[in-house]
Every structure is written in C-alpha cells, then in structure tokens.
C-alpha cells in the first residue's frame, strides 16, 4: 500500500501534522525524526525531501502557529474597537483560546526552545503576533502624557508574560494548580491590576 502523506502528495504537511501530535503527548523533546515519519506514512529517509531535520520540522509548526495566533489576536483587537481597553483585554483571551486550541503549535513556539531568528520566515510571523498586543498597548495609552507614557514594547511584555503564565499554570490542566476561579478571570483581574498601577487605565474605565 502507497504511504499517505507521498501518495496524496501532501507529505510535507503530514510530517508536520504528525509532529504536532506527538508534541503534544511526548513533548518538544519526547519524540524521534523517525516517530514523526512513522506518524506520517513514510520512511524516515523521506523526510528529508522537505526537512533537514527534526528542529527544523518544529520549526516549521512554530511558523505555523505564529501565522494562527497572529490571525486570532488581530481578529480579537478588531472585535474590541473602538474601545481600546476592550480591543486590549480581547487579545489576552485570545491568547488562553489559542494555548488551549492548538496545544501542539503553542509548545512548538514557546516551549521548544526554537528561536524565531531561526529563520526570516518564523521571525516575520511572530514580530507580526507580537505587534498586535504591542498596538494595543499603545492606543491604550494615548490618554497619558508622552513623557510619562511607558514603552509599548514594556507593557506588551509584561502582559505576554501573565497570559503565559496563567496559561501554564492554570489552563492546561496541570495537577495540583487547580483554583476556583477560571483563568479568564485571573487574567482580567492581573492585566487590571497591572494596568492600573502604571495608570493606563483612563478614571472611568
């Protein structure tokens, strides 16, 4: 019987389709190049039609994700305009929606330890994701002087690091972390707290 992913001729995707499922039962690190092509209906020599290696297939479903995420925030800031602060807090659930929707892209992109210089092409995708949360950051903090305004870089920083961090915490099922509070919420009340200690939070917000 012909593999799949070279019958169909698809057998770059399956590869990666592939990758992304062992990534999230084993891990980054859990699986072989020659899993991954077993996975995939092929032969591990066949891989190497279209990857030099195992990295550069996790690579490659970081590229991926990135182009997901970046969507998801983009759609998640527009649907909360014109209100800044909206358009803002929409971004950090998008950011828990995608951790749990796409687990095997978001370990690939921020647990693999691939670095998005790796390549022009997964370097575009995540400086487009990453200037999403960072436009929020700005328009959320028109209302301060400039001279008193904190760097967008800072803040969508900052609020990367809590949404990741309740993510890996609280949303992934991870034993013994369980609280009674969903993590929506604790990201609302932290990204609130946060942004009214450096005051971009207008008074009547």
């Known amino acids: 019987m012909a593999k799949r992913g070279y ?3 698809n057998l770059r995707q399956a590869l990666i389709t592939a990758t992304l499922t062992l990534i999230e039962e084993k891990g980054p690190t859990g699986f072989t190049l020659s899993e991954a092509a077993k996975r995939a209906g092929v032969t591990p020599a066949a891989v190497y039609r279209h990857f030099d290696g195992r990295e550069a297939l996790i690579a490659e479903c970081a590229r991926q ?6 969507n998801e925030m983009t759609r998640a800031y527009e649907s909360g305009q014109p209100s800044a602060l909206r358009a803002f807090a929409a971004t950090g659930r ?3 929606d995608f951790a749990r929707t796409h687990p095997g892209h978001y ?4 647990e693999s330890g ?3 210089a790796r390549s022009p092409e997964l370097y575009a ?3 487009r ?3 999403v949360l960072e436009t929020a950051a700005e328009a959320l903090s028109q209302h301060i002087p400039e001279a008193k305004r904190p760097p967008p870089t800072m803040v969508s920083s900052h609020i990367w690091a809590m ?3 309740v993510v890996e915490l609280f949303a992934r099922n991870s034993p013994g972390t369980k609280v009674p509070f969903p993590p929506e919420d604790l990201l609302e009340s932290s990204i609130g707290i946060y942004l009214r200690g450096l005051g971009l939070l207008p008074p009547d917000a």
């Open 94 to 96: 998008a950011y828990l």
């Open 114 to 116: 691939i670095s998005v």
């Open 65 to 70: 994700g990135y182009e997901i995420f970046g």
């Open 163 to 165: 949404c990741h961090g």
């Open 129 to 131: 994701a990453n200037g």
């Open 107 to 110: 370990v690939a992109m921020f």
């Open 7 to 9: 019958h169909h001729g």
């Open 125 to 127: 995708v995540a400086s």
